[in-house]
């Protein structure tokens, strides 16, 4: 494997930034002098022997020395201590600890009032990065120079490490720059790569350099190559720029900024863009997400996806779900709330990428809405709400125009005896169009609907004393309901139709329902307890008892079947290792199961997992989706992960990927294949230190 001077560089300073924040960490005591021969305020001394020499103003400690101080501990077979300058120097079999680090060494010195000190022939271990360093020297020359001889780095544990950086001299300025002479880096002893000298930022925040190039081939682009560059433009900034290079596409430049501001705001604007050799023309895509409040009661967001024409994706298209996209959607809002009420404007844009072109494509541009929250109405038990909205129906084939739905309501909660709870709603629909159409629907129009619902429920709850275990009780919470709605029924046709919102359907339906919670409550005595929903379950169905209605696969139903579907809602979590999910309607008049969605996740809780989830959709979809994940065989980890279309009779996609994993490091191999397109990849990491990014050979 080529490894280029860039990545490495990153890496070393990454190391070297993560050791010296340790020696950092160690060689800043602060010890409280006194002015006499007591042991100083804040230092404790314990030793076999612990004398003071008044003159020298030196305390002398020999035999099981331990010295405490500012959370750190020093151990070592002799130890002085020089109060009028403020060196210490410990001797023999010299261990430092301090929040589980340990720095071990033959000698140690450092003076308390500038924080120099030196090491000779240290062994340093910090235990969040499980990071070893090993030098003949370690010293701190000044308030942020260092300077390292002989020195080794790793996070491998064991006296051969799988990985190893090594120096001859470092000399380092935090925040500034350092100098590294015969730097190598190791693989199981054996050198692999050699520069006599390198120059490398030594930074604690982000820093900026080129990332580890991408190189692979395509059915569709060629053989690629990529030099990625990382700019750290500020602490809240970043901009990523990618030079890509496509023998059978051309040259094209992507561009990834990100930034973090106050109060969550954020945002990511991506693109990428290439004049494509094979159809000599410009094509790109352009992507943008943003939330930015301007007041505590104002906010913009966004969320756009355009590209240069309908086949980029199924061209450039990366991830699962996207190169086979149907609809690619735009939008844009600004929203605004105070207390109970809440108002926004939005613009829509949507892109059918199937059709030959977009002239037909219904736009909305813009959306504004404006709602009230309910509140209580003049002095009586009813509560009024009010949702209202304006729709600019836009597009170049077809019809287009307003519409302006206005949707008052009262609602009546209440609490009935035998633990029965009343809920009911209703109020009255008005809608009016301004249309541009040369058919009926032409001009201003409009209509009213009233409508109605309300439902009666009726919790029953039990709790049940287990103490298996950590399971200390289980309640269990039945919660039966019927409930009722209503819309008017009038003659629509002569409305214009933009979408299902303009034809609501007059009915009335009454349904029940029957809802299933339990839950765990676990914990030990003395400890807080931890509630845990083990299983949620719920059947409904509804009966028509006058008009039409529409679901999901149907639109209008025949009136002669006056049953709903049937729907089972269902999820399960026995356990930390068990995950089971169910939604699915079934039709009784057919005899047909409508949709069905039915997942389960199995997990030992040490890598090794397996699960499938399924999507039936009656004459419109039919796949299952598989993961498997193995890691008994070690050191090596399979993962298999197939999308696989009863519908089609085919696979839409298969991911496999194999792992080779140490303990400081590991090689993944993956192939991936779907339709037009094959690819395999490998990345090699180093724990601790980041990957070396991926490689595609073929």
């Not at 500038?114 to 990071?131: I, T, V």
Request: proline share 4%.
């Amino acid at each position: 494997m080529n490894v280029n001077n860039d990545h490495m560089v990153t890496m070393i300073s990454r190391s070297v930034t993560i050791f010296l924040g340790v020696v950092l960490l160690f060689l800043s005591p602060r010890i409280s002098t006194a002015a006499d021969a007591q042991v100083p305020a804040g230092l404790k001394i314990q030793a076999d022997t612990l004398t003071y020499d008044k003159p020298t103003d030196t305390y002398q400690a020999t035999g099981n020395v331990e010295l405490q101080w500012d959370g750190s501990t020093l151990f070592s077979d002799r130890a002085t201590f020089q109060q009028s300058t403020g060196d210490a120097v410990a001797t023999g079999k010299v261990r430092l600890l301090k929040e589980s680090n340990t720095l071990a060494s033959e000698s140690l010195s450092v003076n308390i009032e500038s924080q120099k000190g030196e090491a000779e022939n240290a062994e340093l271990f910090y235990k969040q990065k499980n990071l070893y360093v090993k030098g003949r020297r370690l010293a701190k020359t000044g308030l942020e120079d260092y300077r390292l001889e002989q020195a080794t780095f790793t996070t491998c544990d064991g006296p051969s490490p799988g990985w190893k950086f090594s120096a001859s001299k470092l000399n380092v300025t935090l925040d500034e720059y350092g100098t590294a002479r015969n730097v190598l880096f190791y693989v199981k002893g054996i050198p692999l790569f050699y520069t006599p000298y390198i120059v490398f930022p030594v930074m604690r925040e982000r820093q900026s350099g080129f990332l580890f190039p991408h190189i692979g081939s395509s059915n569709k682009k060629g053989f690629t190559f990529g030099i990625p560059y990382y700019w750290a433009v500020s602490p809240s900034q970043d901009l990523t720029v990618d030079v890509d290079v496509q023998t059978k596409r051309g040259v094209g430049l992507g561009l990834d900024y990100r930034y973090l501001g106050n109060a969550g705001n954020h945002g990511n604007l991506a693109g990428y863009g290439i004049y494509d050799t094979q159809q000599r023309r410009e094509r790109g895509e352009v992507k943008l997400v943003q939330l930015q409040s301007i007041a505590t009661d104002l906010a913009f967001r966004s969320d756009l996806d355009l590209t240069s024409d309908r086949e980029f994706l199924n061209d450039y298209g990366e991830t699962t779900g996207v190169y086979n996209r149907q609809f690619l959607d735009s939008s844009a809002s600004l929203s605004w709330h105070r207390q109970a009420y809440l108002a926004d404007i939005e613009g829509k844009y949507a892109e059918n990428l199937n059709a030959p072109n977009n002239r037909a494509t219904l736009q909305r541009l813009p959306v504004a809405r404006f709602s009230a929250m309910p509140q209580q109405f003049v002095g009586t038990p009813l509560y009024a709400a009010l949702d209202s909205e304006f729709t600019n129906f836009h597009r170049v084939d077809g019809s287009r125009g307003e519409r302006f739905i206005l949707n008052p309501s009262l609602s009546y909660y209440r609490s009935l005896p035998a633990g029965v709870n009343l809920a009911a709603r209703g109020g009255y629909q008005l809608r009016l169009y301004n249309v541009n159409d040369a058919g009926a629907a032409n001009g201003a129009s409009g209509i009213g609907l009233g409508w109605a619902n309300g439902s009666l429920s009726a919790p029953l709850e039990r709790v049940y004393e287990v103490g298996h275990g950590d399971l200390q009780r289980l309640r269990h919470t039945l919660v039966p309901e019927i409930d009722y709605s209503y819309t008017q029924e009038r003659s629509q046709e002569h409305l214009p139709l933009f979408d299902y919102d303009d034809r609501p359907l007059g009915q009335q339906l009454v349904g029940w329902a029957l809802t299933s919670y339990l839950t765990g409550r676990y914990g030990t005595s003395g400890a807080a307890p931890d509630y845990r929903e083990l299983l949620f379950f719920r059947l409904s169905q509804g009966y028509q008892l006058s008009g039409s209605r529409r679901d999901l696969l149907n639109m209008v139903d025949d009136d002669r079947d006056r049953l709903t579907d049937l729907r089972l809602e269902m999820r399960a979590k026995p356990d930390q290792h068990l995950t089971v999910n169910l939604d699915s309607r079934y039709n009784p008049n057919l005899g047909k199961i409508s949709t069905a969605t039915a997942g389960f996740d199995v997990t030992d809780g040490i890598g090794d997992t397996i699960g499938a989830s399924y999507f039936y959709g009656r004459n419109s979809l039919n796949y299952l989706e598989g993961r498997l994940g193995i890691s008994i065989v070690k050191p090596f980890v399979f993962n298999y992960t197939p999308r696989y279309s009863f519908d089609k009779g085919g696979f839409l996609e298969s991911l496999y990927a194999l792992e080779y994993r140490q303990q400081c490091w590991s090689l993944d191999f993956s192939f991936q294949e779907r339709p037009g397109n094959r690819e395999f990849l490998v990345s090699f990491t180093l724990y601790g230190l980041g990957s070396f990014g991926k490689i595609k050979p073929f």
